[in-house]
């Protein structure tokens, strides 16, 4: 048996880091992974692709002004190698890619460096980098930044990325034209004549695997001869945009497994980050683990995602690593923490304090117009427990506001009070109290305000286009085409929905999408919300909430008691491009709309609202609710 100690081979043109557990091989002085030894296996990554496409960060990049989120793909070279550390307990390689005006047009505006850490008796290795943008350099977007791993696929075949989202997995053969029908849009593909017939007439989707910042920790693959796993390990979000809620991609038919910090997906362009030319910005990515595990010949392969589950609470345990080198990874001793409680205010609820069970509470920088829409710097959110308290551990020092989102309650706090993080210190911020949007009595809602349409009518899918991992799963919304069910179940007609009568589980269709009419054509869709006002106050002022999930170039009308008010009585005008609809997302970002109704526009007795979704150029578009409110008017609480 090899003795466990850190070995460093530099090459010509590859260097090679080994701790006698594991060996890994990067190009010099690009810093891509072109090599992974471990347990018997010569290499992990797919040798059949070309050095260059097997373990890489890349980039997508948009001239300043760019409005769509489709860039320039830049496979991240690096120009210049050092060794950062070499010792008995720790590697740490650097893969520097400068920039200058000679490469303007052609490669984004960005200083990269990109480092590889190895430690003594560590089953995995680390990688992380700094990007940095000076004064004087153009302005630009970054639409996307990731590592990508490409595993062997005739070695690696089942998926794992929870409890209850594991599988065996098609080939990426099955995806060629020959063998794969594409669908509505490229990255779902029927499989029609898979290399395994077990898979024919089902749906791959890369989205399809998709998860919220707040649980992307651990996901990766299997390969059962010998059984070896392949993970990739989030110990924090920090360095992740668009905050807890903000769904990213992770590990997809290839094999692929990814580490994703910036990207559009279920959001569009308001995550994009965007520079102005000179705008001085600098901010570490990662690091991310790559942890491989084995088991003796004849233990359960499936095992060894439990113990890849173990090895996350240890790097959890660990976050922030003390081993990063680069100054610009700030340690723990430099960090401060934050603590306090959350209450919530709603006189019509009860005339007591509530605590702000289950929140979540987060620090971001100060002065954005939203937490879920910031992409440039970097954010700290936790859970509030029971009784409303939280702590935040672990802050880079900076400047803050706090903000904060509470499950059952519409609308989000902002405490306005700046917040300075010092080098070690434990800040106790008190009560705080969050008075939600109220103007009046409930009369009636429809759904939860989770910021999520999970708790609406989810139908079947289409039989011809199902992924069997989603049959009889929770997470059903996650199958391919049911946006096409609802011109099935309404094909003439649009939804009605009767309060006191319908059950928003079963009679609120989870998406309000276009009706198709024929091959090419499509028709903006009018839901009607009937309800009983035993009287009316004229001279009150009615307030109709809409919550929003996702939105998806839609335009959202509303109109009450006369169905071809012109104008109508509320527009949203275009809004959205998150995509949660055609990417199975049930939702994407939020929004608040609170449309103020004259009592003179209501009667005693029966009732109509009109929800119009009118822009109806493709199936994609459309909203999906969280939460819906009808309040009365206002109700003096003052003494008499």
Request: aromatic fraction near 12%; charged fraction near 20%; include cysteine.
């Amino acid at each position: 048996m090899k003795p466990l100690r850190l070995q460093l081979n530099v090459q010509d043109q590859h260097v090679v880091m080994d701790n006698g557990i594991l060996g890994v091989t990067v190009s010099k002085p690009d810093g891509i992974v072109t090599g992974i030894r471990y347990n018997g296996i010569d290499n992990l990554l797919e040798v059949r692709n070309k050095e260059s496409n097997r373990g890489y960060w890349d980039l997508v990049w948009s001239p300043a002004g760019s409005t769509v989120t489709t860039g320039t793909f830049e496979l991240i070279r690096g120009t210049s190698f050092r060794v950062v550390v070499e010792s008995g307990e720790q590697l740490e390689l650097s893969f520097l890619r400068t920039w200058d005006t000679s490469v303007e047009g052609k490669l984004a505006p960005l200083n990269i460096d990109k480092r590889f850490v190895m430690l003594r008796g560590c089953s995995g290795f680390y990688s992380y980098a700094i990007y940095e943008h000076l004064e004087g350099w153009p302005g630009f977007n970054l639409d996307e930044t990731r590592i990508a791993f490409k595993l062997r696929k005739d070695k690696f075949h089942s998926m794992a990325m929870a409890d209850n989202r594991q599988r065996y997995m098609p080939l990426p053969d099955d995806r060629l034209p020959e063998r794969g029908q594409q669908l509505a849009y490229p990255e779902a593909v029927l499989l029609v004549n898979p290399v395994e017939p077990e898979f024919k007439g089902e749906v791959d989707d890369k989205y399809q695997y998709s998860c919220e910042n707040q649980d992307l920790k651990l996901h990766g693959w299997i390969c059962m001869d010998p059984p070896v796993g392949f993970w990739q390990i989030s110990p924090s979000s920090e360095f992740r945009s668009g905050g807890p809620l903000k769904q990213n991609l992770t590990s997809h038919v290839g094999p692929t497994t990814l580490a994703m910090f910036i990207s559009a997906h279920y959001a569009g362009i308001d995550l994009v980050p965007k520079f102005g030319e000179g705008e001085p910005w600098k901010k570490v990515f990662g690091p991310v683990f790559m942890y491989l595990n084995s088991n003796m010949e004849g233990d359960d392969p499936l095992s060894l995602w439990e113990d890849a589950k173990k090895q996350v609470l240890e790097e959890v345990q660990s976050w922030p690593y003390s081993f990063p080198e680069s100054e610009d990874f700030q340690q723990p001793a430099k960090r401060g923490n934050v603590s306090g409680r959350l209450l919530v205010k709603d006189r019509y609820i009860s005339d007591n304090y509530v605590p702000a069970t289950g929140a979540y509470v987060g620090l971001a920088p100060p002065g954005i117009e939203s937490w879920q829409r910031e992409c440039k710097d970097y954010q700290f959110w936790t859970r509030a427990d029971e009784e409303g308290y939280f702590s935040i551990n672990d802050i880079r020092t900076g400047d803050y506001s706090l903000y904060a989102w509470v499950p059952g309650f519409i609308g989000d706090y902002l405490n306005n009070d700046s917040i300075t993080i010092t080098s070690g210190c434990f800040i106790d911020i008190g009560n705080l109290v969050y008075e939600p949007p109220r103007n009046g009595p409930t009369l009636w809602d429809i759904g939860i305000p989770d910021r999520s349409a999970r708790e609406f009518y989810i139908p079947d899918p289409n039989p011809k286009f199902i992924n069997k991992l989603y049959v009889n799963h929770p997470d059903r919304f996650r199958q391919y085409g049911l946006w096409e069910r609802y011109t099935e179940l309404y094909p003439n007609s649009d939804l009605v929905y009767t309060v006191g009568q319908s059950d928003y589980t079963k009679d609120w269709f989870f998406a309000q999408v276009t009706r198709k009419r024929d091959e090419n054509t499509y028709q903006g869709t009018t839901w009607q919300i009937k309800f009983n006002l035993d009287m009316v106050n004229p001279s009150g002022t009615y307030k109709l909430r809409l919550a929003l999930a996702s939105a998806a170039q839609a335009e959202l009308e509303v109109r009450v008691n006369i169905s071809d008010q012109n104008p109508p009585l509320f527009s949203s005008g275009i809004i959205g491009s998150d995509n949660a609809i055609a990417r199975h997302g049930i939702h994407g970002l939020y929004w608040l709309f609170n449309v103020d109704i004259r009592g003179t526009l209501l009667v005693q007795g029966n009732n109509t609202i009109y929800l119009t979704q009118a822009n109806a150029t493709s199936p994609f578009q459309g909203v999906m609710y969280d939460y819906i409110r009808f309040e009365g008017p206002q109700i003096d609480f003052s003494p008499s």
